[in-house]
């Protein structure tokens, strides 16, 4: 059987963990294609690590892929997925905040045969959450406590001249839905945007988001309520370079992408 080609979009903090893994060798799956902003940057990056793969334009990423992995700035989801998707191929999006504004791109996975798969990402337990949701859920509400600096620069924040700097004690920076969460602060809650798409959709999922200055890690606690169970799930996330970012979000993409072809899967 030929082995399944993977491109990553997006050589940040996620793609060069993903790059390195698959460069290492995973079963069934290869490396064909990185699409990144800054090539020069990225070839040298490649060389020191003694990798080899291309580097394409997001456009060329059909002819390389069958998969790609888009970990990019949300403001470019579109122009990853959507020549992806047309041409009946899958996408595992990072970006979720920027997912739930397009409903259109789902719709297009849907006409060409394509796919979009989110990752549960620097999250929790979406096994219980899809398997909650195939029966009836109830509510699901989510509190996220960063350290100031996981947060700071967010559109919210500085739209309503939120400082992050210098902060004494725990600050309640937002409270509302997953929709108005995510568009509020797009880089920050991705996991909040994939939480509410494994359950009860943007509008009725809720979070809490706190900036919290005796934190080191992003923490996320979540309470689900459904006819079939209720449950609470947290997770304490040390965050990678990128403060915003934690240590465990690629090494869930490489776990998702080695389900695609292992022969024994575990999990919902
Ligand atoms: N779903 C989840 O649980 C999580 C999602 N994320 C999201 O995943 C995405 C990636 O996160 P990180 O790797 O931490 O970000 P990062 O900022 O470290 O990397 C993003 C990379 O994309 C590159 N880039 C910028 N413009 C580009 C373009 N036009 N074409 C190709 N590449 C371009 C940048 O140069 C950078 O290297 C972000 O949207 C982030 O918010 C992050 C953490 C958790
Ligand atoms: O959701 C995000 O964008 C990142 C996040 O909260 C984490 O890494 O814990």
Not at 37 to 42: C, I, L
Not at 78 to 99: E, F, H, N, Y
Not at 134 to 148: A, L, N, W
Not at 190 to 197: D, G, T
Request: aromatic share 2%; proline share 6%.
């Amino acid at each position: 059987m030929s082995s399944k080609r993977i491109a990553i979009a997006g050589l940040g903090e996620i793609g060069r963990t993903v790059a390195r893994k698959l460069a290492q060798g995973m079963p069934g799956l290869v490396l064909c294609g990185i699409a990144t902003r800054d090539q020069a940057k990225a070839q040298a990056w490649l060389e020191r690590e003694s990798i080899s793969c291309p580097l394409v334009s997001l456009d060329d990423l059909p002819a390389h892929a069958d998969l790609v992995v888009e970990c990019a700035p949300a403001e470019i989801l579109d122009q990853i997925c959507r020549p992806m998707l047309t041409a009946g191929k899958q996408v595992m999006v990072l970006s979720a905040s920027a997912l739930l504004p397009r409903p259109d791109l789902a719709d297009l996975a849907r006409a060409h045969g394509g796919q979009i798969i989110v990752p549960t990402g620097a999250l929790i337990g979406f096994d219980a959450v899809s398997a909650a949701a195939e029966g009836t859920i109830h509510s699901v509400q989510m509190v996220t406590r960063k350290p100031p600096r996981g947060l700071a620069g967010a559109p919210y924040l500085v739209e309503n001249g939120i400082s992050m700097e210098g902060l004494t004690s725990a600050l309640r920076v937002f409270k509302g839905s997953a929709r108005d969460a995510a568009a509020a602060f797009p880089a920050n809650v991705n996991v909040v945007a994939a939480l509410s798409l494994a359950g009860i959709g943007p509008d009725r999922t809720t979070i809490e988001i706190w900036a919290d200055p005796a934190v080191t890690r992003n923490c996320h606690q979540i309470r689900v309520e459904s006819d079939s169970a209720s449950f609470t799930m947290s997770i304490e996330n040390i965050p990678s370079e990128n403060p915003k970012t934690g240590r465990i979000t690629a090494l869930s993409v490489i776990a998702a992408l080695r389900k695609l072809t292992s022969p024994l899967q575990v999990g919902t």
